[in-house]
């Protein structure tokens, strides 16, 4: 009943059957607002006023503003604009004042054909008189078509721009939400060809140095590449598979060194199922294994926490400074990575994520926190 129900009120939103309904009640309020007339009379008259209103209505939002004074033809918007009142009051109070006059000689025609010479109090008496309260009807009426078809004008016009303005503004959002799209298609397609030039080194230099772990290695990447082919197409994925995907990247860097490398990844799930954009933490840990010198000085270290707390996503990475970033002081890291995060973030959760960095002397630290999609 309900689904029957929200179907009858989306189709009466159209405009198909909107604006005709419309119409329609104009034309009972214009009839009863006469009520003190004969039925009949009152919609004729009520029936040449709406038809004046669609008239002025359709060819000023139709014809005139689209074409004169949306172009900046204001002059001729003006004249052809006095033209068509002027014409629709003259004429249609014309037709007005024809359709009075004929129910006023068939009123008296009526009384004349009465079956009594001296007419019964009970008996109902034309509604016109005499010729005096004729001609003030329809000066009356004239005021009244001419007050209307201005409004009706006025209102067209209002209108218009009103409908104007929100289509503009849909088109511009419309616009933006495909720059947008176009944007992370991009950055999207500057991390994986990163990613992958990085892990061809790392199973390269293992080939050469025939490191044991060359084909777990070759078999982790490919899983990695499924990923990030595959399932990173949708625009929100599992956190859950990007967890994973995560630990893999991990366990494949451990294989480039052949020494124990001190990583930590802790990692606090919930047991419902959220939602996260794909490849956004990856970043961030490639370039801590870039800059931390881990694998190669000695108390070299990552530390990386990622939990969900109150529908949030709370990630935080600190790592070593390799000596030749120690030397280079406390420049901010303008690499891919970092910036490609920072844009992602401004387009994914505009005004509804954290992201600090703290650049010291013998840490890097980064903290990124925002709201999850369940």
């Given at each position: 009943m309900n689904e029957f129900v929200s179907k009858i009120v989306s189709v009466?939103?159209?405009?198909?059957?909107?604006?005709?309904?419309?119409?329609?009640?104009?034309f009972a309020m214009l009839t009863v607002s006469n009520i003190?007339?004969?039925?009949?009379?009152s919609a004729a008259l009520s029936a040449i006023e709406v038809a004046g209103m669609i008239l002025l209505f359709y060819v000023n939002t139709l014809v005139l503003m689209p074409r004169l004074l949306v172009k900046h033809k204001v002059v001729l918007?003006?004249?052809?604009?006095?033209?068509?009142?002027?014409?629709?009051?003259?004429?249609?109070?014309?037709?007005?004042?024809?359709?009075?006059?004929?129910?006023?000689?068939?009123?008296?025609?009526?009384?004349?054909?009465?079956?009594?010479?001296?007419q019964l109090p009970s008996e109902t008496r034309p509604f016109f008189e005499d010729d005096d309260r004729t001609s003030v009807l329809e000066d009356s009426l004239k005021l009244k078509i001419a007050v209307i078809f201005v409004c009706t004008y006025l209102f067209s016009s209002l209108l218009y721009y009103v409908n104007k303005a929100n289509?503009?503004?849909?088109?511009?959002?419309?616009?933006?939400?495909?720059?947008?799209?176009?944007?992370?298609?991009?950055?999207?397609?500057?991390i994986n060809p990163h990613f992958l030039f990085n892990a061809l080194n790392n199973i390269y230099s293992m080939v050469y140095m025939q490191d044991k772990n060359a084909p777990?290695?070759?078999?982790?990447l490919s899983e990695m590449l499924r990923y990030v082919?595959?399932?990173?197409?949708?625009?929100?994925?599992?956190?859950?598979?990007?967890?994973?995907?995560?630990?893999?990247?991990?366990?494949?860097?451990?294989?480039?060194?052949?020494?124990?490398?001190d990583?930590?990844?802790?990692?606090?799930?919930?047991?419902?199922?959220?939602?996260?954009?794909?490849?956004?933490?990856?970043?961030?840990?490639?370039?801590?294994?870039?800059?931390?010198?881990?694998?190669?000085?000695?108390?070299?270290?990552?530390?990386?926490?990622?939990?969900?707390?109150?529908g949030r996503l709370l990630f935080e990475m600190k790592n070593s400074?390799?000596?030749k970033k120690k030397e280079g002081g406390s420049k901010k890291r303008d690499g891919v990575g970092l910036k490609n995060v920072e844009q992602r973030l401004r387009l994914l959760y505009p005004d509804a994520h954290k992201f600090e960095l703290d650049d010291k002397e013998d840490a890097f630290c980064v903290k990124l926190e925002f709201e999850l999609e369940r």
């Amino acid at each position: 009943m309900n689904e029957f129900v929200s179907k009858i009120v989306s189709v009466l939103k159209r405009r198909f059957v909107r604006e005709p309904l419309l119409w329609i009640a104009f034309f009972a309020m214009l009839t009863v607002s006469n009520i003190s007339m004969d039925l009949g009379l009152s919609a004729a008259l009520s029936a040449i006023e709406v038809a004046g209103m669609i008239l002025l209505f359709y060819v000023n939002t139709l014809v005139l503003m689209p074409r004169l004074l949306v172009k900046h033809k204001v002059v001729l918007y003006l004249v052809f604009s006095g033209v068509l009142l002027f014409a629709s009051v003259s004429q249609l109070a014309y037709l007005a004042d024809f359709v009075i006059r004929e129910y006023d000689e068939f009123a008296v025609a009526e009384e004349e054909q009465s079956l009594l010479d001296i007419q019964l109090p009970s008996e109902t008496r034309p509604f016109f008189e005499d010729d005096d309260r004729t001609s003030v009807l329809e000066d009356s009426l004239k005021l009244k078509i001419a007050v209307i078809f201005v409004c009706t004008y006025l209102f067209s016009s209002l209108l218009y721009y009103v409908n104007k303005a929100n289509r503009d503004e849909q088109e511009r959002l419309e616009l933006e939400r495909k720059r947008s799209q176009m944007e992370l298609r991009f950055l999207r397609s500057q991390i994986n060809p990163h990613f992958l030039f990085n892990a061809l080194n790392n199973i390269y230099s293992m080939v050469y140095m025939q490191d044991k772990n060359a084909p777990n290695s070759v078999l982790m990447l490919s899983e990695m590449l499924r990923y990030v082919t595959d399932e990173c197409k949708s625009e929100k994925i599992s956190l859950d598979d990007e967890v994973h995907y995560l630990e893999n990247y991990i366990n494949f860097q451990k294989f480039s060194y052949e020494n124990c490398i001190d990583v930590t990844f802790d990692v606090d799930m919930p047991d419902e199922p959220v939602y996260v954009a794909p490849m956004l933490l990856e970043p961030l840990i490639e370039n801590g294994f870039k800059h931390s010198g881990i694998g190669i000085e000695e108390g070299a270290y990552i530390r990386i926490k990622l939990a969900v707390k109150d529908g949030r996503l709370l990630f935080e990475m600190k790592n070593s400074k390799g000596k030749k970033k120690k030397e280079g002081g406390s420049k901010k890291r303008d690499g891919v990575g970092l910036k490609n995060v920072e844009q992602r973030l401004r387009l994914l959760y505009p005004d509804a994520h954290k992201f600090e960095l703290d650049d010291k002397e013998d840490a890097f630290c980064v903290k990124l926190e925002f709201e999850l999609e369940r």
